[in-house]
């Protein structure tokens, strides 16, 4: 691809290359297998675990996107994630931020603890003795989600980088909360860059993928053998999916963009938020680094409830627009509980370390009019502060115990039974 703006890369991808028919949009190749030219001489395309034509395609473009050498289109963004841990041994230490993502936070700590995959140290990159920290675990590997789910922190990624150098570490950068269009972490100096593509880079929802993008070529091919070696490509299917939705990306973001920051400034005056989660808040404390290094401040905001965890079930039932669901990043707004669904995989202290309050609220905010969607949230506050009128306040800490007691039984089953993975 010569063009190397975003919105010409994602509304480009793929078109007008078929040599075959002169396809405008390319084709989607639903093939296990690839014919030999003959006896002992492979094609291009043996066998599509290790290549796929469609999947290529995507994976160009996403390459083209964060600006790597190379990238592998995987089948979920947590199968991107195991792939970049294939480059540790038992010896090293992986590194991760203390607020990530429940479920590589449930990733990185089962390998380290129950297959002794690798050492595991935590640290909070928002405290300011953040570099001693990293430098006396001498990790091989430093993860970094930023902005972090669900709390939206920042973290200084050519900081953490040029640190990473002098300690021979690579740095592995979750952008899924941003996407290439508004933040390149290899131009920052990151190794590797892991998306799930689930969610703004495929954006509608009906998928689940992920994709990696290593700067060095060597690393990239060794993880392309790896991907190929576990079977963690993606389908055929989903990669035409995701090129499709890719197309959009750029005005998809500047519509969630502007949607956000409409309901960030009415959540700004809501006597009912204690306390607003969003890096383009001029008080958010990673605000200024936001702004040198992403181009543009997302589309998911959170925030706590001024009420007690009772009201949770008030507020969400009197919603109608935004969904209660898992996920982000598509097209229709989603709201979530990270406590006892994003983040229910890590335990009561864990989540008090990360900052994951009982009434903390996340919002994935999607391209619906920004006054329908105001509306939406203005008929929960409202159902809210009828319930506080009318309710005796009872032990509301109490229910919430029991709660995340209940989300830990059942990550506890989940553990043993794999097969209840679909509640992720
Ligand atoms: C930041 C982040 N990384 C990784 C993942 C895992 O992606 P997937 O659900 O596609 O496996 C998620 C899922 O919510 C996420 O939010």
């Known amino acids: 691809m010569s063009h190397s703006t975003a919105a010409t890369i994602t509304a480009r991808a793929g078109i007008a290359q078929d040599t075959a028919f002169g396809a405008v949009t390319p084709p989607l190749y639903l093939t296990s297998t690839y014919e030999l030219p003959a006896f002992k001489q492979p094609g291009q395309y043996d066998y599509s675990r290790s290549n796929n034509p469609t999947r290529d395609t995507l994976a160009d473009a996403l390459c083209h996107l964060e600006q790597g050498a190379r990238a592998i289109v995987t089948g979920s963004g947590m199968s991107a994630c195991l ?42 990159f928002q405290q300011h003795d953040w570099v001693a920290k990293v430098t006396a675990a001498k990790p091989a590997m430093i993860w970094l989600e930023t902005p972090s789910n669900p709390l939206l922190q920042i973290t200084d990624v050519k900081a ?16 899924t909360f941003l996407s290439p269009v508004l933040q390149q972490p290899l131009r920052l100096g990151a190794d590797i860059v892991v998306h799930s593509t689930t969610k703004y880079i495929n954006g509608h929802s009906d998928i689940v993928g992920g994709v990696l993008v290593a700067n060095d070529p060597a690393i990239g091919d060794e993880l392309k053998w790896w991907a190929n070696c576990l079977g963690v490509t993606g389908p055929a299917f989903d990669s035409y999916m995701t090129l499709r939705g890719l197309r959009t990306l750029v005005p998809r973001l500047q519509l969630q963009q502007q ?61 109608r627009l935004f969904t209660l669901a898992q996920s982000l990043g ?25 900052g994951i309050g009982p009434t903390l609220i996340r919002l994935s905010v999607g391209i619906e009019a920004a006054a329908d969607l105001i509306a939406d949230l203005q008929t929960g506050f409202n159902a809210v502060a009828n319930w506080l009128a009318t309710t005796p306040v009872s032990n509301n800490s109490e229910r919430l115990a029991s709660g995340r007691a209940d989300n830990r039984a059942a990550d506890q089953q989940f553990r043993l039974n794999p097969a209840l993975t679909a509640f992720w």
């Open 83 to 124: 792939l970049a841990l294939q480059l540790l041994g038992p010896d090293d230490t992986l590194l991760i931020p203390h607020d990530c993502y429940g479920g590589s936070y449930r990733l990185f700590t089962n390998l380290a603890q129950r297959k002794q995959a690798f050492k595991l140290q935590i640290v909070n």
């Open 259 to 319: 949607n956000t920051a409409e309901l960030v400034s009415f959540l700004q005056r809501q006597p009912l938020v204690s306390k607003l989660y969003y890096p383009g808040l001029v008080d958010h404390p990673g605000h200024a680094i936001a702004k040198t290094q992403q181009t543009g401040f997302g589309a998911m905001c959170s925030f706590d409830l001024a009420a007690p965890a009772e009201a949770l079930p008030v507020f969400f039932a009197s919603l």
């Open 160 to 175: 953490v980088c040029q640190l990473a150098k002098s300690l021979q570490a690579k740095v592995v950068v979750d952008n």
């Open 330 to 354: 598509g097209i229709e707004s989603l709201i979530c509980h990270p406590g006892t669904m994003t983040h229910a995989s890590m335990d009561a202290a864990a989540q008090q370390t990360a």
